[in-house]
C-alpha cells in the first residue's frame, strides 16, 4: 500500500507477487500444521478473505485511482466498480464450480491493472475494460483455475509459471516491457480467455473434470 501511495508501481507490483505466492501456500500450510486446532478462536478462512480483498482488490483499485490512467472522475468510477463487484463476488457462495472452475471473472484485478500499466491502457478504453471485467464477475461464464482444475493441469501450470516469469522480466523493465513481451503477456491472457470461452460453450466435455 505505501507503494502505491507514493506511485512506485514496479516496487507495489512486486510485493503483490509476493502475495501471490503466500497465498498459494497458506492453506496447505494451514492444513499441514492443522492452525484451526491450534488456533480455535480465530478463522482462517476469514482472514484470507480479508487479505486477499485487499492484495487482489483495493491495492490495485488504489491504483486505479491515483495512477492517472483515466480523468479523476472515470478512475473513482474505475476503483469504484472494482472494489464493489469484488466485494459481492467474494461473498458469493457459489463463486466456484464442483470441478473448481471459477463462476465469472474472479476479482483478480491485480493482474488486470497490471496488464493496464503494463500495456499503457488508458483512457476510456482502461475503463471500459475495468467496467466489463466487473459485469464478466456476475455472467455466465467460467475461468480456470490455474491450480486446481484437472483438467488441462499440465498446461495451465505451464502457463501460469510462464507468465509469472514474463510478469517479473516486465518489472525488471519498470513496467515498459518491449514488444516480445507484451507478445508473450498477451498469449497467456488468451489461453486463460480461450479456455474461459471453451469451458463456456458446448463443446467442453461434460462430465469430466
Same mark, same amino acid.
Given at each position: 500500500?505505501?507503494?502505491?501511495?507514493?506511485? +512506485?508501481?514496479?516496487?507495489?507490483?512486486?510485493?503483490?507477487?509476493?502475495?501471490?505466492?503466500?497465498?498459494?501456500?497458506?492453506?496447505?500450510?494451514?492444513?499441514? /500444521?492443522?492452525? @484451526?486446532?491450534?488456533?480455535?478462536?480465530?478463522?482462517?478462512?476469514?482472514?484470507?478473505?480479508?487479505?486477499?480483498? &485487499?492484495?487482489?482488490?483495493?491495492?490495485? +483499485?488504489?491504483?486505479?485511482?491515483?495512477?492517472?490512467?483515466?480523468?479523476?472522475?472515470?478512475?473513482?468510477?474505475?476503483?469504484?466498480?472494482?472494489?464493489?463487484?469484488?466485494?459481492?463476488?467474494?461473498?458469493?457462495?457459489?463463486?466456484?464450480?464442483?470441478?473448481?472452475?471459477?463462476?465469472?471473472?474472479?476479482?483478480?484485478?491485480?493482474?488486470?491493472? /497490471?496488464? &493496464?500499466?503494463?500495456?499503457?491502457?488508458?483512457?476510456?478504453?482502461?475503463?471500459? *475494460?475495468?467496467?466489463? #471485467?466487473?459485469?464478466?464477475?456476475? @455472467?455466465?461464464?467460467?475461468?480456470?483455475?490455474? *491450480?486446481?482444475?484437472?483438467?488441462?493441469?499440465?498446461?495451465?501450470?505451464?502457463?501460469? +509459471?510462464? %507468465?509469472?516469469? #514474463?510478469?517479473? @522480466?516486465?518489472?525488471?523493465?519498470?513496467? +515498459?516491457?518491449?514488444?516480445?513481451?507484451?507478445?508473450?503477456?498477451?498469449?497467456?491472457? @488468451?489461453?486463460?480467455?480461450?479456455?474461459?470461452? %471453451?469451458?463456456?460453450?458446448? #463443446? %467442453?466435455?461434460?462430465?469430466?473434470?
Amino acid at each position: 500500500m505505501f507503494a502505491a501511495s507514493q506511485q +512506485a508501481w514496479t516496487a507495489m507490483f512486486a510485493f503483490l507477487g509476493l502475495a501471490l505466492i503466500v497465498d498459494g501456500l497458506d492453506g496447505p500450510l494451514a492444513r499441514r /500444521f492443522d492452525v @484451526a486446532a491450534v488456533l480455535p478462536r480465530w478463522q482462517g478462512a476469514v482472514m484470507d478473505l480479508i487479505v486477499d480483498y &485487499l492484495t487482489y482488490v483495493f491495492i490495485p +483499485a488504489f491504483a486505479v485511482l491515483t495512477a492517472q490512467i483515466m480523468p479523476p472522475v472515470a478512475s473513482a468510477i474505475a476503483a469504484g466498480a472494482i472494489c464493489v463487484s469484488a466485494g459481492f463476488y467474494f461473498a458469493d457462495r457459489q463463486m466456484k464450480t464442483e470441478d473448481h472452475f471459477f463462476r465469472g471473472f474472479p476479482a483478480v484485478w491485480n493482474v488486470a491493472v /497490471f496488464y &493496464l500499466l503494463a500495456f499503457g491502457v488508458n483512457g476510456i478504453a482502461a475503463l471500459s *475494460l475495468v467496467v466489463f #471485467l466487473s459485469v464478466l464477475s456476475f @455472467a455466465p461464464v467460467e475461468f480456470v483455475h490455474p *491450480l486446481r482444475v484437472r483438467r488441462l493441469r499440465g498446461l495451465t501450470l505451464a502457463v501460469t +509459471a510462464a %507468465w509469472g516469469l #514474463l510478469a517479473i @522480466a516486465a518489472l525488471l523493465q519498470d513496467l +515498459a516491457p518491449g514488444f516480445a513481451l507484451r507478445l508473450g503477456l498477451g498469449a497467456c491472457a @488468451a489461453y486463460f480467455l480461450l479456455v474461459c470461452i %471453451w469451458r463456456s460453450s458446448p #463443446l %467442453w466435455p461434460r462430465g469430466r473434470r
